[in-house]
Structure formats: structure tokens, C-alpha cells
């Protein structure tokens, strides 16, 4: 079992619609990361949480750190909003000072106009 | 603003060659860190160096070597080229917890 897993792996949406993407770990964390990957490949990172929510512009990101979940939510979803959008986290065992991520698979998100 | 610059952005080798894929950020970071992406597989780390002058393997080394030159560049070298290694490669950086910086990529395919 990964450390990190995402859900859906798929998801396909319409202009417009509410959307929701789930990141379930199962080591104790220090920080969980949200990051997106446009088709060109190119990795930006969304939020960095270690508790409550977050929130810019149309996304949202929740923690929920006694339910090692995380979810990512994207409000009047947009074509542009077509990504895979991935989710790491920091351990915080070992006491390291460098910022060592475990990755989830990522989500693919398809946004239809 | 460059931010993490990675060269080169393709590459197409033969089993057996060896190549060098480089990697320089000019965001005064301490970390860097190497990445292969695979279809169906997160990031997996490489190699790290959490500063200057210091290198760890992180989760998948084996077939690969790494120099930190300098606190701006990060090599990663494949010393001879296994089919197993055509992935795509990215190269990070941060400092200290905040999030990574990430470079565009380099997509190696190995026949």
C-alpha cells in the first residue's frame, strides 16, 4: 500500500461543476503539499498545509490531520483548470531540516467546456 | 526569473551510453532534488542534497550518480543507460521546508 494514495484517478467534469479530489496518507506528517501539472509537464505547487484550510482564488484545500486526509477543491471548474493535480507529503519522522517528499499518484482532471 | 532551469529538455540514448542531465536554480536554495515520473507512479526521488557539499540517496539511486558542483547546480548521470530508465526527469529545489521549485522536465528515452 503507498504511503500516499489519491482519488479519483479519472475524473471528468463539466464547465462549471464543483470538484473534489482526495489525498489519504499514512505516516504522521509535518506538512502536505498540493501541487498541479499542465500537459507541457511543467510541476507548480498549489497550497502547503499542516492544518485547517487554505484557500485562493477558485481552489480550496482542506486537512484533516487526526483523519490523515486531505482534499482539493475547485469551484466554477474551468477548461484551464485541466491538470494532473498531485499531492505529497513531509514526514515528520527523523527531525530532517530539508523539505523530502512522498508523492501520490496524481489525479487527472478533465474539464469539458 | 528563471527559477529551476533543466538541460536537456529531450534525449534519446542507446543502452549502454552515458549522459549527464544538468540542473541549476538561481534562487540561492540550499535543497535540490532529483525526480523520475513514470506513467501510473507519483515522483519518485533519486537522489537529494541538502546543501552544498552533501548528497543522499533517496528512494530509487541504483543506475544513477549525482554531483553537487556548486550551491546553484545539480548534475544527475546515468553511467551506462538501462531501457528501465526511460522516464521523465525533474529536477527541484527549496528552502528549507517551504515548497519545492521545480524545473520544466527532461523526457529520456533509452532504446
Known amino acids: 500500500k503507498n504511503e500516499v494514495e489519491q482519488s479519483p484517478q479519472n475524473l471528468t467534469a463539466q464547465e462549471g461543476e464543483f470538484i473534489t479530489i482526495n489525498c489519504s496518507y499514512s505516516?504522521?506528517?509535518?506538512?502536505l503539499h498540493w501541487l498541479q501539472q499542465h500537459p507541457g509537464g511543467g510541476i507548480v505547487s498549489l497550497f502547503m498545509?499542516?492544518?485547517g484550510k487554505k484557500k485562493h482564488g477558485r481552489l480550496i484545500a482542506t486537512i484533516n490531520i487526526q483523519e490523515k486526509h486531505s482534499s482539493l477543491h475547485i469551484t466554477a471548474s474551468h477548461p484551464r483548470d485541466s491538470a494532473v493535480y498531485i499531492c505529497?507529503?513531509?514526514?515528520?519522522?527523523?527531525?530532517?531540516?530539508?523539505?523530502?517528499?512522498?508523492f501520490g499518484q496524481g489525479t487527472i482532471l478533465t474539464v469539458h467546456p | 526569473n528563471a527559477g529551476v532551469t533543466q538541460t536537456p529538455k529531450f534525449q534519446v540514448l542507446k543502452t549502454g551510453q552515458s549522459m549527464t542531465l544538468q540542473c541549476a536554480q538561481d534562487?540561492?536554495?540550499?535543497?535540490m532534488y532529483w525526480y523520475r515520473q513514470d506513467p501510473g507512479m507519483g515522483l519518485r526521488l533519486i537522489y537529494y542534497?541538502?546543501?552544498?557539499?552533501?548528497?543522499d540517496k533517496g528512494e530509487v539511486p541504483n543506475g544513477y550518480n549525482v554531483s553537487r558542483l556548486n550551491k546553484r547546480e545539480f548534475s544527475l548521470r546515468l553511467e551506462s543507460a538501462a531501457p528501465s530508465q526511460t522516464s521523465v526527469y525533474f529536477c527541484?529545489?527549496?528552502?528549507?521546508?517551504?515548497?519545492?521549485?521545480f524545473g520544466d522536465g527532461t523526457r529520456l528515452s533509452i532504446l
Open positions: 505529497a507529503v513531509r514526514s515528520n519522522a527523523g527531525g530532517t531540516s530539508y523539505g523530502k517528499l512522498t
Open positions: 534562487m540561492n536554495h540550499n535543497s
Open positions: 498545509l499542516s492544518s
Open positions: 542534497s541538502a546543501s552544498e557539499g552533501t548528497t
Open positions: 527541484a529545489s527549496s528552502e528549507g521546508l517551504r515548497p519545492q521549485h
Open positions: 505516516v504522521g506528517i509535518s506538512a
